[in-house]
């Protein structure tokens, strides 16, 4: 308490005096070295802001500890960590807020059927849009996600959302992962999703289409999921001024943070990238 007092500017006798504390003991304990605790607390606390920093200042106490246990070899409990974060005034960015059931009506066939976990890559993917605005204008960006590892596997971003906007975001998942027929590709019943040539590119992948509930966003919760922590940590954190900008702020956010470094804790805390390096190693027998 009289530590905090004192580095709040506050004199050292006075707090001594209104605390009931001897002056002489004071001067004592401060000239005491620091024990292995507090020196390993200090040490931590260097990395958490390194690992907080690293995250672009969105990252709380569990993705810190998923950093530091899994990429850094350190040992600490998550409440250590929240706990030396909360010390240091460092803090993460809030989670989405959990998406409110809307009801609707059922228009066409839903394969999904809100099961988005899958055992293989390229089973089943989820596309959505979102915007954004600038002071040129909004900007829409088209994601595809490959539910097995939540990674980016096709996007593409524009200033208008129509059909060309989901199509080229489709082609270039569709050419990055050469998927094996069969695979589905799950939206909404927008109509750039609904529109044929979408459909065209879906079927000519041998691949099939799937619409969710019209209205309902738990249907299509696990891209919804993905908007809300993009709406978080990159889209509402500045203003953008023109679309350039944040084009490239988007591109990086998807590719180099999302896909390469960014810890989901339904990956056992791995980014999506290393999930997928992961699971193709071979599992060694029990």
Request: net charge positive; glycine share 8%; with cysteine.
């Amino acid at each position: 308490m009289i530590d905090r007092l004192v580095d709040a500017g506050l004199p050292a006798k006075v707090c001594c005096r209104v605390l009931g504390v001897s002056s002489p003991g004071y001067y004592k304990y401060r000239a005491r070295p620091m024990s292995p605790t507090q020196l390993r607390r200090q040490w931590l606390t260097g990395l958490i802001r390194e690992v907080h920093l690293a995250s672009r200042g969105t990252y709380g106490s569990r993705r810190v500890r998923a950093e530091l246990t899994i990429g850094m070899n350190v040992e600490v409990s998550v409440r250590l960590v929240a706990i030396l974060m909360s010390n240091a005034g460092i803090y993460g960015l809030p989670g989405p807020a959990r998406i409110r059931r809307i009801r609707g009506i059922v228009t066409a066939d839903d394969l999904v059927n809100r099961r988005f976990a899958r055992q293989r890559p390229n089973e089943l993917w989820v596309t959505d849009i979102t915007e954004h605005p600038t002071r040129e204008g909004k900007v829409f960006c088209c994601c595809v996600m490959d539910t097995f590892s939540r990674k980016i596997v096709g996007w593409s971003i524009d200033s208008v959302q129509n059909s060309t906007l989901v199509v080229n975001a489709l082609d270039m998942a569709i050419k990055n992962r050469r998927p094996e027929p069969g695979g589905v590709v799950h939206a909404d019943h927008g109509v750039q999703f609904t529109s044929w040539s979408f459909g065209a590119k879906i079927r000519s992948a041998g691949l099939m289409p799937s619409f969710g509930t019209v209205g309902d966003g738990l249907d299509n919760a696990m891209i919804e999921s993905f908007w809300s922590s993009m709406q978080i940590e990159l889209l509402n954190r500045k203003k953008w001024r023109t679309r350039v900008e944040l084009a490239n702020a988007m591109f990086d956010y998807i590719e180099i943070f999302h896909n390469r470094q960014r810890r989901h804790s339904q990956l056992g805390y791995l980014a999506p990238n290393q999930f997928e390096i992961a699971s193709r190693q071979p599992q060694l027998p029990a």
